[in-house]
């Protein structure tokens, strides 16, 4: 498989890279020794979701080419401008004006899918790997991190098998269907599945801008449970006991902090609870009691738990909990 000028080459990783009006975006490139599908790993489009980064490192330095059918090609920075100047970097800072710099770092990357060629930086990057890379492959997986709240789930365009298929693959506990009018419009697994029918999906794993071993581990084995789901990787995914199914377009309830203190919550993200279960409270902070209770108000899962901030000391009016109902339980 050729990538600009990168050429793949059988049983080996090669690595390489994109160039962009003086950006080179870092490409990797495993073949295996027997033809097969081939799956696009991306990560780092958002400056501070560093996760996907050490996923789709660990798992190319973990994977034996011999044993693997097709080709596996990995960006593990989608956005190495963002992430420069976020980080302080003096990488790439002579490329652009300052001036200039804050005009595109209010540019998220994914919102402008497939980019433009005579867009603006932000655009032209996400128009090369679109060209280059997404019309090449039989997979996009698109590699994030959420709210702490949100721990753990995919997404995929509700109603497009094949991304519904490779998003319960994958292995999260949720998998929440999306589409342009539930959500936003120019995300990468929105856009593709219609445009070029390729399955695609978006993982988010959180927290942001951390690299906790557990979800290390639990991204390294997604990507390997969706190779063997496409056939690349012998075996069977290893799959969760249940996963539940939820549409972003159903109605969602809110609850809210009524009184200050300490979030204490049960169920975790995505788990199934049956109506009446207990699903948080808050309590004060001079006897420890409760003084807010939530209850499931039918069966369904909580989406997310806990405030955006990632505290568990809530202030009156913060988010402390969501609910939905299951649109399918899956059992593995």
Same mark, same amino acid.
């Given at each position: 498989?050729?990538?600009?000028?990168?050429?793949?080459?059988?049983?080996? !990783?090669?690595?390489?890279?994109?160039?962009?009006?003086?950006?080179?975006?870092?490409?990797?490139?495993?073949?295996?020794?027997?033809?097969?599908?081939?799956?696009?790993?991306?990560?780092?489009?958002?400056?501070?979701?560093?996760?996907?980064?050490?996923?789709?490192?660990?798992?190319?330095?973990?994977?034996?080419?011999?044993? !693997?059918?097709?080709?596996?090609?990995?960006?593990? *920075?989608?956005?190495?401008?963002?992430?420069? %100047?976020?980080? #302080?970097?003096?990488?790439?800072?002579?490329?652009?004006?300052?001036? +200039?710099?804050?005009?595109? #770092?209010?540019?998220?990357?994914?919102?402008? %899918?497939?980019?433009?060629?005579?867009?603006?930086?932000?655009?032209?990057?996400?128009?090369? !790997?679109?060209?280059?890379? =997404?019309?090449?492959?039989?997979?996009?997986?698109?590699?994030? =991190?959420?709210?702490?709240?949100?721990?753990?789930?995919?997404?995929?365009?509700?109603?497009?098998?094949?991304?519904?298929?490779?998003?319960?693959?994958?292995?999260?506990?949720?998998?929440?269907?999306?589409?342009?009018?539930?959500?936003?419009? #120019?995300?990468?697994?929105?856009?593709?599945?219609?445009? @070029?029918?390729?399955?695609? @999906?978006?993982?988010?794993?959180?927290?942001? #801008?951390?690299?906790?071993?557990?979800?290390?581990?639990?991204?390294? +084995?997604?990507?390997?449970?969706?190779?063997?789901?496409?056939?690349?990787?012998?075996?069977?995914?290893?799959?969760?006991?249940?996963?539940? *199914?939820?549409?972003?377009?159903?109605?969602?309830r809110i609850y809210r902090a009524k009184r200050e203190g300490y979030l204490t919550t049960y169920p975790?993200?995505?788990?199934?609870?049956?109506?009446?279960?207990?699903? =948080?409270?808050?309590?004060?902070?001079?006897?420890?009691?409760?003084?807010?209770?939530?209850?499931?108000?039918?069966?369904?899962?909580?989406?997310?738990?806990?405030?955006?901030?990632?505290?568990? !000391?809530?202030?009156?009016?913060?988010? @402390?909990?969501?609910?939905?109902?299951?649109?399918?339980? *899956?059992?593995?």
């Amino acid at each position: 498989m050729r990538i600009g000028t990168i050429r793949s080459r059988p049983g080996e !990783l090669v690595r390489g890279s994109l160039a962009v009006d003086g950006v080179r975006i870092p490409v990797a490139v495993i073949e295996g020794r027997r033809p097969g599908p081939a799956i696009y790993l991306q990560a780092a489009q958002h400056p501070t979701e560093m996760m996907g980064v050490e996923v789709t490192h660990r798992f190319a330095t973990e994977l034996d080419p011999e044993r !693997l059918r097709g080709t596996v090609i990995i960006v593990p *920075v989608a956005n190495p401008v963002h992430a420069a %100047w976020r980080a #302080g970097l003096q990488h790439y800072a002579d490329l652009v004006s300052p001036r +200039r710099r804050k005009a595109l #770092g209010r540019i998220n990357t994914n919102r402008v %899918w497939p980019g433009r060629a005579n867009g603006d930086l932000i655009e032209k990057i996400a128009h090369t !790997l679109y060209e280059n890379i =997404c019309l090449q492959v039989d997979a996009i997986v698109d590699l994030h =991190c959420c709210r702490i709240c949100d721990h753990y789930f995919v997404a995929a365009l509700e109603g497009h098998d094949g991304s519904v298929g490779l998003g319960k693959a994958f292995g999260a506990p949720l998998v929440d269907l999306q589409t342009e009018k539930s959500y936003a419009a #120019g995300l990468l697994f929105l856009v593709a599945p219609p445009l @070029i029918d390729t399955p695609s @999906i978006l993982v988010e794993m959180s927290p942001d #801008g951390d690299i906790p071993y557990d979800m290390l581990a639990n991204g390294v +084995r997604g990507v390997t449970n969706m190779l063997k789901h496409l056939g690349m990787l012998p075996g069977r995914p290893r799959l969760p006991k249940t996963q539940v *199914v939820v549409r972003r377009a159903d109605p969602v309830r809110i609850y809210r902090a009524k009184r200050e203190g300490y979030l204490t919550t049960y169920p975790e993200v995505g788990e199934p609870v049956k109506k009446g279960a207990l699903l =948080c409270e808050v309590r004060d902070l001079e006897r420890f009691r409760p003084v807010q209770t939530v209850r499931a108000p039918y069966d369904g899962t909580p989406p997310s738990i806990g405030p955006d901030s990632g505290l568990r !000391l809530v202030k009156v009016g913060e988010e @402390i909990c969501t609910f939905k109902r299951i649109r399918e339980l *899956v059992r593995n």
